[in-house]
T-cell receptor, first 114, second 111 residues
Framework: KAGVTQTPRYLIKTRGQQVTLSCSPI?????VSWYQQTPGQGLQFLFE???????NKGNFPGRFSGRQFSNSRSEMNVSTLELGDSALYLC?????????????FGSGTRLTVV | DAKTTQPPSMDCAEGRAANLPCNHS???????VYWYRQIHSQGPQYIIH???NNETNEMASLIITEDRKSSTLILPHATLRDTAVYYC????????????FGQGTELSVKP
């Protein structure tokens, strides 16, 4: 079966711009969560959506936002980009019928802010 | 904040068992121990999880001490493809999609 698909794989943006990243979960998975990975901070949780509702939120500024559509696909948006937003952005999906379903991650979007 | 402590790096000879330790001395009774790994430039991959009993699957074995304050992930016959960063995570079941990653252990499998 198809895995978690993230698009685009690579992105270069200029400071001050905004960016939208997309995540298509595994078919049937209703939970989508987003993570930021940087060399300095490691993997950090951004937020999680379940059935189009944000259920959990990490400690990131309001410039980071997301949404989930009725087909479970999710987007995250970063406005007013800063150099420090350069990172690998990962999304993960899960059935979440039980926690034992685990989380399947995509390969990520590499964002570079110049 | 991460509730686990792992060595930053370890080496293992190809074909030998890799034993990756994790300390979680403040674990609560309803928290599970999860292991994920991340191969360079890929997303993390689920390996195994457990509550208090030892667990085994096709990828690895998880040994949890009786007091549950530490655990060991065992890759029985490490291959070069097992070179990755291994993350030990503790969390409550049904907590939603919030995984708290620590710095993990960078395992290098050498020929």
């Amino acid at each position: 079966k198809a895995g978690v698909t993230q698009t685009p794989r690579y992105l270069i943006k200029t400071r001050g711009q905004q960016v939208t990243l997309s995540c298509s979960p595994i078919s049937g998975h209703r939970s989508v969560s987003w993570y930021q990975q940087t060399p300095g901070q490691g993997l950090q949780f951004l937020f999680e959506y379940f059935s189009e509702t944000q259920r959990n939120k990490g400690n990131f500024p309001g410039r980071f936002s997301g949404r989930q559509f009725s087909n479970s696909r999710s987007e995250m948006n970063v406005s007013t980009l800063e150099l420090g937003d350069s990172a690998l952005y990962l999304c993960a999906s899960s059935l979440l019928i039980t926690d034992f379903d685990g989380y399947t991650f995509g390969s990520g979007t590499r964002l570079t802010v110049v | 904040d991460a509730k686990t402590t792992q060595p930053p790096s370890m080496d293992c000879a190809e074909g030998r068992a890799a034993n990756l330790p994790c300390n979680h001395s403040t674990i609560s009774g309803n928290e599970y121990v999860y292991w994920y790994r991340q191969i360079h430039s890929q997303g993390p991959q689920y390996i195994i999880h457990g509550l208090k009993n030892n667990e085994t699957n096709e990828m690895a074995s998880l040994i949890i001490t009786e007091d549950r304050k530490s655990s060991t992930l065992i890759l029985p016959h490490a291959t070069l493809r097992d070179t990755a960063v291994y993350y030990c995570i503790v969390r409550v079941d049904n907590q939603g999609g919030k995984l708290i990653f620590g710095q993990g252990t960078e395992l290098s499998v050498k020929p």
